[in-house]
């Protein structure tokens, strides 16, 4: 394909961020970067991207990258350091034993790497302790869909959302963390009438486009399906022959769900929700055949993950609601590779290609792999497996792309427990990072190997739908950047398993892959995609999406499953399963009183490695917060705007508070996005309890005991700078990306001579104009640096300060030596004034420039967009634009 001037060509590839998995156009610039678009021919987004996927193209520069392999803090060649873990490995197991190796991986991984690694450790290393980061997204799902269908099986597709009449989201913020899913249901909704319900204890974005929203009380919505479950049960709907022909168990569960939600009272009561409310959900969905439920994390990330999955499946099961268009259960995934990771056996319970641990299964990998050291069960998952390098039966860990030093519950722990390691590899695509960071300096040895990133990559990825997407490569590699499957297979060489480990490219991977997939497979396995096992290269290159299975003789893929039954159980029968009755979630203790509930914001991806490169992304969540009902705010002596320390009996951190009714009272909201390199008081990770879901050890991240106690901050302010800053220990701050370098948010209340006397180390060799005030707290600085503005700091009396989006667009820029000191008044030299937090990513508009259209008579999202653009793009601040909408009266009045 070329691009329509013909400079270079343009490459199709998938966006590597959320599990939708969108098609993407991207075009390199010949420098390094590229611009992307979305493919109109991908079947997953259809053209669409959100505000992360369009503003790749800000992510691509090398100055965070890993761009060589280092040893103990030395630079090595690649030979050097592939020796290293080599021979290391080889003393640790010679010391401790084959199971003292651990490797953790990560659903952004593509599916050829992940396949090398899981074969490389399981069948080779010896070692079942393999798990990855989808242990935390999910693995309820995964054991969700395996107790119910007998394997990990999506039923529908993504076309269902448009074919539904009612789409049921639980624990889902899809508006944005799904963008593209959300807007696809948006259209249905205007086009067909698609009612939509979200079932989410936070009011988000999606709840607030939602036509009916239930704050249903955390851990609680297994009762709510229970409910629905008895009166699918009594009512017309329920589908007696499906049942009858392709279903057990369904009387034990239907007899347990009795149990659980005797009565609609009392299931209003458990679920905190009006009697009305559940009513009219129930006759939603009872009337309503074409349904799809989608869940995500608020379902997953629960103490009864599974249990909350089955409880959704057997209300589709009992009505036969499954694998016909339009209805059906689905699970959005978190990355763009978790059903990738599934699908070689990336997790510790499970082998490659579907497979688990009988004795037939195990057999059946080792003679196909020819595996001298196969594995005959199952490994650590991820929360023991950290537990294990804490206190020493795992001695080597092998991290690759992922961050665990902050995604895992308790990451104080995890960073402390990974520097105990004798040897600890991580292959990454960033220089720096909390994990990267945790072994230095400890007795660890630590190896760092540099991956190949998006734009690099090769490969391929499933999204939710079990589609089948190509990431093809249109940026050279960086530096000495390698392939995640190329640097395992050289480790595996160095080991002795060359043989084993011979592919020269991804595509001969996949194609090993794609036979184990179909080996020794007479239906009984769902996933199965030998259909492609004899693709050429060029017929790899070139492979067009597709959702599996793809049997054998056919290229064509499936885009439904369960229709008529054939689930893929010994007997072919689906399982109802009875859930246990949920406890009521972490009782609040006084210590504890509040519940810390963890998620996502819109525009940044889990712990901002790529988004937070750049600024359009930035703009709009700059700072770490906590969401608190009013009613906490004056129960726990709290300001709207102030800053509290959340605690919980793992960790804490300080944050900046948000009153809102969004959460309900008692509960508590904290994006998980922020690391030490992005805050200094930040890290939400370290709070989360390690308790897990007993069926598929997926950790509850969802409910945390915690309290909030108030901390004063006399002083505020910002800095700019063009390149990183070390600032003062003790002081508050949060650091995005601004075009030309980085805004730090700042607090404190400590002297402000103290700060003014550290501030004299920043910006060094350049020129400062300062003002200085200490009577009024006041200070301010401007670094020059050949006449261009290198950096300010202004700190003054909290709520006093001129926000940093005024002077950020001077960063790098020339400043006139006239213009220096008005530069210091806070107001940019062409006196234009600050416009305000960034709403609308995609076209960087300011809450300011809404509000004014507003006043100008803009009286809905589309006329706001046609005044000033906000929301024409992705359409994912359209929820927020309604909200401005919604507050322009109050605010005028
Ligand atoms: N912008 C953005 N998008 C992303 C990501 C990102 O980092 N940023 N990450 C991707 C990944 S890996 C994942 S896993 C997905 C996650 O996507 P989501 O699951 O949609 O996102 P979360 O914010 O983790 O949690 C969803 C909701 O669960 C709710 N919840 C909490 N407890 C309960 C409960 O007991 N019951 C119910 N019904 N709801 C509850 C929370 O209030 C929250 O609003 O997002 C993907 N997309
Ligand atoms: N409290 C709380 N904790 C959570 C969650 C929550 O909702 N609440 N959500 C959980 C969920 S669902 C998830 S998915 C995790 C995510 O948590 P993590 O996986 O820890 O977060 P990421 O920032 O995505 O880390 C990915 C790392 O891999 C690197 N990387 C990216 N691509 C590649 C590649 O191809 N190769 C290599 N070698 N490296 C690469 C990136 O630079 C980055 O450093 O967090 C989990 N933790
Ligand atoms: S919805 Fe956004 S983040 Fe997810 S795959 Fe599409 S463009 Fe990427
Ligand atoms: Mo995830």
């Not at 699970?331 to 056996?345: D, I, L």
């Not at 605690?647 to 996005?673: D, M």
Request: with cysteine; aromatic share 6%.
């Amino acid at each position: 394909m070329s691009d329509p001037i013909g400079t270079m060509p343009t490459v199709r590839t998938t966006c590597p961020y959320c599990g939708v998995g969108c098609g993407i156009l991207a075009t390199p610039d010949g420098a390094g970067g590229a611009t992307v678009a979305g493919d109109p021919g991908h079947p997953s987004n259809v053209g669409r991207l959100c505000s992360k996927g369009a503003a790749l193209g800000e992510t691509l520069g090398l100055a965070t990258r890993l761009l060589h392999p280092v040893v103990d803090g030395a630079r090595t060649s690649w030979s050097t350091a592939l020796d290293a873990v080599a021979t290391r490995l080889t003393d640790v197991i010679a010391r401790h034993g084959r199971e003292s190796v651990a490797f953790y991986l990560s659903g952004q991984l593509l599916t050829e790497d992940y396949y090398v690694a899981n074969k490389l450790a399981k069948g080779f290393i010896g070692t079942p302790h393999v798990d990855t980061n989808s242990r935390l997204c999910m693995a309820s799902s995964v054991a969700g869909h395996r107790r119910s269908f007998g394997a990990d099986v999506v039923p529908g597709s993504y076309e269902d959302l448009e074919q539904a009449d009612l789409v049921v989201l639980v624990g889902s913020n899809a508006a944005w963390c799904h963008p593209v899913l959300f807007q696809r249901i948006a259209a249905a909704r205007r086009s067909r009438g698609t009612r939509v319900i979200a079932i989410d204890p936070r009011r988000t974005a999606t709840a607030e486009e939602a036509d009916a929203h239930l704050a249903v009380a955390p851990g609680q919505d297994t009762v709510l399906f229970a409910h629905l479950l008895t009166q699918i049960a009594d009512s017309a709907v329920l589908d007696r022959a499906f049942v009858a022909a392709h279903t057990t168990g369904f009387d034990e569960t239907l007899a347990r769900a009795r149990e659980i939600a005797p009565s609609l009272a009392a299931t209003a009561a458990r679920t905190g929700l009006a009697e009305s409310e559940v009513r009219d959900f129930v006759r939603a969905w009872c009337a309503t055949e074409r349904v799809v439920t989608v869940w995500s994390q608020g379902v997953n990330q629960s103490a009864q993950g599974t249990d909350k999955v089955t409880s959704i499946v057997a209300c589709h099961l009992a009505t036969g609601r499954i694998g016909r268009p339009g209805m059906g259960p689905l699970s959005f995934t978190g990355q763009p590779n978790a059903m990738g990771g599934r699908e070689v056996g990336g997790l510790a319970n499970m082998l490659a290609a579907h497979m688990g641990f009988s004795a037939v299964e195990v057999d059946r990998v080792r003679r196909f792999w020819t595996a001298p050291a196969m594995v005959t069960g199952e490994g650590l998952k991820a929360v023991d497996l950290f537990d294990a390098v804490a206190d020493g039966r795992i001695r080597a860990l092998w991290v690759m792309g992922t961050n665990p030093a902050v995604s895992l519950p308790r990451a104080d722990a995890v960073r402390d427990a990974l520097g105990r390691l004798d040897l600890l590899v991580v292959s990454d695509n960033v220089a720096s990072n909390d994990t990267l960071s945790a072994g230095i300096g400890a007795a660890g040895i630590h190896i760092r190997l540099p991956a190949a990133a998006w734009g690099e990559k090769d490969g391929t990825v499933t999204n939710s739908e079990r589609r089948i997407s190509r990431q093809r490569p249109f940026l050279r590699l960086a530096g000495e950047a390698k392939p995640d499957w190329w640097i395992l297979s050289r480790v595996a060489e160095r080991l002795g398993h060359g043989v084993a480990f011979a592919w020269t490219s991804p595509a001969a991977i996949f194609r090993e892959h794609a036979a184990l997939s179909g080996f020794e497979n007479d239906g009984a396995r769902a996933f199965d995609i030998s259909g492609l096992d004899d693709l050429d290269d060029a017929g790899y290159d070139a492979l067009a999406p597709v959702q599996w299975p793809v049997r054998r003789g056919t290229r064509d893929g499936t885009a439904r499953l369960f229709g008529d039954g054939g689930f893929v159980t010994a007997d072919r029968r689906a399982r109802f399963v009875p859930a246990a009755a949920p406890g009521l979630a972490s009782a609040a203790s006084p210590r504890f009183p509040l519940r810390l509930n963890t998620g996502r914001v819109r525009d940044q991806w889990h712990t901002m490695t790529r988004t937070g490169l750049s600024p359009r992304l930035g703009a709009h969540r700059p700072e770490p917060f906590v969401e608190v009902h009013p009613d906490d705010i004056a129960r726990c002596g709290l300001r709207d705007g102030g800053f509290a320390r959340a605690e919980t009996a793992h960790g804490s951190a300080v944050l900046r508070v948000v009153a809102t009714e969004i959460v309900r009272p008692g509960e508590i909201f904290a994006p998980i996005h922020w690391t030490a390199e992005t805050s200094s008081y930040g890290r939400v990770g370290p709070l989360v309890q390690g308790a897990t879901d007993p069926h598929s050890g997926q950790p509850e991240a969802k409910a945390t005991p915690a309290t909030l106690v108030p901390v004063p901050m006399r002083l505020a302010g910002f800095a700019l700078s063009t390149a990183p800053l070390a600032l003062p220990v003790g002081l508050w701050w949060a650091r995005i990306a601004v075009a030309g370098g980085f805004a730090w948010t700042l607090a404190g209340d400590g002297p402000l001579a103290a700060l003014v006397a550290a501030a004299t180390a920043l910006f060094p060799g350049c020129d400062r104009a300062e003002l200085r005030d200490p009577a009024r707290d006041v200070f301010r600085l401007a670094a020059f640096d050949d006449g261009r503005l290198a950096g300010a700091l202004f700190v003054g009396p909290a709520a006093q300060v001129p926000r940093w989006e005024t002077l950020a667009p001077l960063l790098g820029g020339p400043v006139a030596s006239a213009a220096r000191l008005s530069l210091l008044s806070g107001r940019a030299p062409d006196g234009s004034a600050d416009c305000g937090p960034v709403v609308c990513a995609c076209h960087s508009v300011g809450r300011e420039a809404i509000l004014a259209a507003i006043a100008a008579g803009a009286d809905d999202a589309s006329a706001i967009g046609a005044a000033v653009k906000a929301g024409t793009n992705c359409g994912s601040c359209i929820p927020e634009l309604k909200r401005l909408l919604a507050e322009v009266p109050r605010v005028a009045a």
